[in-house]
């Protein structure tokens, strides 16, 4: 099975799906009612409009305009299907800001003093089968508490963190060696 090729954008396309996304959600706020019709003759304008800009060519436009129309579709079936709002669909990229605010805010403090703080945390909390990212485990399978997502170890390894949640605490769920006596 061959890996599809993958269309290389420029470097503006990030900037360019956002300025298209802001440009849609504002027309379709000045309009009394939203249809997949209108939504989609609205990407199209947005896709026109950047085109007209000449910073993408015809091509990245019109990928980047099917891009954006593939995520306010998911949107509004989300929406229709749950009757939830923007808030709980973005719940995952809320959690991977969060992560990143984390990260920048740790990268700025006294490393020493996160190092020693999160080893005095490794042994305060330590339970016998759970784990806490960065340790060292032999080979095994290992399950996020958080999350409930398995990371498979094939040869003794740092744990990193869960790369479906982020979270840092494990516990090991193959078999117990040596077995217990029940």
Known sequence: MTVP????LS???LEVYDRMLERVQLRL???QSTSLKTLEDEVRKAVEFEYELEEMSREEADLLGAYLQRDLEHLMHFV??????LGEWLQ???ALIEHQLADKLLSVA???????????????NQEAGQYISGEVA??????????????????TSHLEPCE??????????????PKREE
């Open 5 to 8: 090729e993958r269309s290389h």
């Open 80 to 85: 229709d299907e749950t009757g939830e709002g």
């Open 110 to 124: 006294d490393q020493t003093l996160v190092d020693t703080l999160e080893l005095k945390q490794k042994l305060e």
């Open 29 to 31: 706020n000045e309009l």
């Open 138 to 155: 032999t080979a095994g399978m290992f399950q996020c508490l958080n999350c409930g997502h398995m990371r498979c170890l094939t040869a």
């Open 92 to 94: 995952l990229d809320i």
């Open 164 to 177: 479906a949640c982020g979270s840092h605490y494990y516990e090991r769920v193959t078999s117990r060696w």
């Open 11 to 13: 470097g503006k396309a």
